[in-house]
């Protein structure tokens, strides 16, 4: 069922959502499940963190600034969201991939 | 009578006392620079040292001597900037500076205690080294001396990090020493990255990618250190990879001054938000951040500095004639590479374009290959550190524009 949410939402190219204001929790719970991820309180903590940053300033928060600006650990967020935890959660909070670095 | 209060006498800084003494009336502005201490190191060269190309004395100059004699140098750390009150505190005798505007160029330092290991594990600098510091790249420098060989990983923790190139020219460099040395047989060398590649910008990725390839270095890439393991001598990443070592050369998280943090001035990193295209800073108008310590998406480097320096001083201007600053710095980056045997690479780019090859035609000495070993660049990269005493710092003119230019790229 989740599947078909996802044939409503446009991706880009790396299946990151184009609009980020399209995002719902339901597309949230889609991606994650087509990720493999899933989801606990501890997730929804960080992807609902994720998005408020990105209302704020217009760019996901990194993996550094979510770990100080919350209380999930470096080591939690890895164990969250095995991979590459900043990237992952922005996908599945509906944001664009983090721009990182320089 | 006005301020102008610089804080930070590095390459921003002094930049900017040297073109605000030409600029403004000294009837009528007071500059300031403060700066904790006297030596002014020309941080590019810092890379050569563990090679014994450069001593630790031929990148070292006393900070007064590029300080124009109108503008009067504090030597003393500051324990606090007041922004809202317009004042900052001096730990010197409590001193407090009154000031009307104020250019923070405290740029940024590396961190080994942000990293479980590193400096409490027992082998800083012992095994383990940075080549950022006048201390660490000295160290390194006499450890590389009789080196017999063996596993060497150069790793970088995370980024943004200063120079973002330094640790590429540094594996270049190790490679032809180890030649010289008649050892490279000896040593295996690995270079342990966050980044998905060689660069943070895609095709200059692919081609300097190649070039450790050639060079027999290994890269592992999305590498996030979690710990330095020194019982075990493993770098462990925070998925559990590990990278096992005999020398670990480490570029530490990089971040903002602690004086940032103090005054509650900085993001997570202790980079003061700015506007990346006028460089005011988002909270206060009469803030302006030249170089590596503000949050500007662009390599934190000295020529980025530069770059950044008539775009700042002619929005000063502008702000203190009630115009509105221009947004008009463009994320300009320019990088000689220096890549070993006598050659090097020099790459140009922006906000918007990445780093191309083709020509870089530069009056009365270029052109320089873009992206492309030369000798040319070599000697440009040997030829800088005299530019950057002589003309640079004092800011004078140099033959190249702020913004970048597309004329000899090919797209």
Redesign the interface.
């Known amino acids: 069922m989740s599947e078909d949410i996802l044939d409503t939402v446009e991706f880009d190219d790396e299946g990151f959502m184009v609009d980020a204001s399209a995002w719902t929790e339901g597309i949230g719970q889609a991606i994650a499940e087509a990720l493999e991820v899933d989801l606990t309180d501890r997730h929804w903590l960080v992807i609902n963190y994720a998005r408020k940053e990105f209302e704020g300033n217009g760019e996901p928060p990194?993996?550094?600034?979510i770990t100080?600006?919350t209380d999930v650990s470096?080591?939690e967020?890895?164990k969250l969201f095995?991979?590459?935890p900043a990237k992952i959660a922005a996908n599945i909070a509906g944001l664009k991939k983090p721009?990182?670095?320089? | 009578m006005k301020t102008l209060l610089i804080l930070g006498a590095g390459t921003g800084g002094t930049m900017v006392a040297n073109k605000m003494a030409q600029e403004l009336d000294s009837q009528e502005w007071k500059i300031i620079i403060v700066d904790r201490d006297e030596a002014h190191y020309y941080q590019p060269g810092l890379l050569f040292i563990p090679f014994g190309i450069y001593g630790p004395d031929d990148v070292v100059k006393p900070k007064r001597d590029f300080i124009p004699r109108n503008v009067e140098l504090i030597l003393s750390a500051i324990e606090v900037i007041e922004p809202e009150k317009n004042r900052v505190r001096l730990r010197r005798d409590n001193q407090v500076i009154n000031y009307d505007y104020l250019v923070v160029a405290t740029g940024s330092h590396i961190h080994p205690k942000e990293t479980e290991g590193m400096l409490d594990g027992g082998g800083w600098r012992e095994n383990i080294f940075d080549f950022y510091t006048p201390e660490g790249a000295a160290a390194l420098s006499r450890f590389l001396k009789f080196w017999k060989g063996g596993r060497m990983v150069v790793n970088v923790t995370?980024?943004?990090i200063k120079c973002?190139v330094a640790p590429l020219e540094f594996l270049f460099l190790a490679d032809w020493f180890f030649h010289e040395r008649g050892i490279r047989d000896e040593v295996e060398i690995v270079f342990a990255t966050p980044?998905d590649g060689a660069f943070?910008k895609p095709r200059a990725a692919g081609i300097l990618g190649d070039m450790l390839e050639e060079k027999g270095i290994h890269l592992e890439s999305?590498f996030?250190i979690?710990e330095v393991d020194t019982k075990k001598q493993v770098i462990r990443s925070?998925?559990e990879r590990e990278v096992d070592y005999d020398l670990l050369v480490t570029i530490p998280t990089n971040m903002g001054a602690e004086v940032i943090v103090r005054s509650g001035m900085g993001?997570?990193?202790n980079f003061i938000p700015i506007d990346k295209y006028t460089l005011q800073a988002d909270a206060w108008e009469n803030v302006w951040v030249i170089g590596d310590a503000g949050n500007a998406?662009?390599?934190k480097a000295g020529s980025v500095a530069h770059f950044m320096l008539d775009v700042i001083i002619e929005n000063m201007l502008r702000h203190m004639e009630g115009l509105k600053p221009l947004p008009n710095f463009d994320g300009h980056a320019n990088c000689f590479i220096e890549s070993g045997f006598e050659k090097g690479i020099l790459i140009d780019f922006n906000y918007e374009v990445e780093p191309l090859p083709g020509k870089y035609p530069l009056p009365g000495l270029g052109p320089f290959s873009l992206l492309k070993e030369s000798p040319a660049n070599h000697w440009g990269k040997m030829m800088f550190r005299w530019v950057y005493w002589n003309i640079l710092l004092k800011g004078g003119e140099m033959p190249f524009e702020s913004q970048m230019d597309m004329a000899g790229k090919w797209q």
């Open positions: 990194t993996l550094r600034r100080t600006q470096m080591k967020m890895y095995p991979g590459g721009t990182g670095c320089i | 995370e980024m943004p973002p980044l943070t999305l996030n979690g925070w998925d993001d997570e990193l998406p662009t390599s």
